[in-house]
């Protein structure tokens, strides 16, 4: 731990509405450079070995890009047939992803590390960023110089590339783990992202989000 430094956490899924402990302030904000997706199977949360879920990871815009044009692919098959991201309908969104920067008690920012680092074990890497904010005439500006964020990368053992939306809301609809069920994951994200961001507008979040109710709604009829 650095002296004098402060330690601060940017969440992008679940840590959105369930915030790590030992926090003592909370900043909205953004990230460039990286896109937020179902890219991620979750054997410990919201899946299990057998039947893993889909939880969210961002990914460097740049590695999803190439994804996009062909060039290159993770090394990783996915459970399901893998389909170019070419094929990929929200390849040209923002490449920008919202979330919450938590600052952490300085007391217990060890303690706070350690959890993180066993909670974001399937597959994640740590790295420190600057989140941004919007100001109230428009002006981009830096909330935290610097905070730390978890990104799964292309070559992690649960990182699943690719997969049409379609193939994602069929998995998530009926996944479920000892956390709960995938479904509910998805729907907290969505409804956190709508409630903290109300002009934010998260396409393939969204899209993803009716898709599953979608489902649920027919299963029930």
Do not use: C
Request: glycine share 8%; net charge negative.
């Amino acid at each position: 731990m650095t002296v004098g430094k402060e330690y601060w956490v940017f969440g992008y899924g679940s840590l959105i509405w369930k915030p790590p402990p030992h926090t003592v302030e909370q900043r909205p904000g953004y990230v460039k450079g990286v896109v937020r997706r179902f890219a991620q199977s979750s054997n410990d949360h919201r899946g299990t070995p057998e039947n893993p879920g889909r939880v969210v990871t961002v990914i460097n815009a740049a590695d999803w890009h190439r994804l996009a044009k062909g060039v290159g692919r993770a090394t990783r098959p996915a459970e399901n047939t893998r389909a170019n991201a070419s094929q990929d309908p929200h390849a040209d969104d923002e490449d920008l992803v919202w979330g919450v920067a938590y600052r952490i008690d300085p007391a217990k920012e060890e303690e706070v590390r350690a959890y993180l680092e066993y909670r974001e074990k399937n597959g994640y890497t740590s790295h420190d960023v600057p989140v941004y904010h919007t100001t109230e005439d428009g002006t981009e500006a830096i909330a935290v110089p610097e905070s730390t964020i978890w990104i799964g990368n292309l070559d992690n053992e649960a990182f699943v590339g690719y997969e049409p939306l379609d193939v994602v809301a069929d998995l998530i609809h009926v996944r479920h783990g000892p956390s709960g069920p995938n479904k509910e994951y998805l729907y907290r994200l969505a409804e956190a992202v709508r409630q903290l961001y109300p002009h934010v507008k998260d396409p393939y979040l969204f899209e993803l989000d009716r898709a599953v109710k979608s489902r649920e709604a027919a299963a029930q009829a």
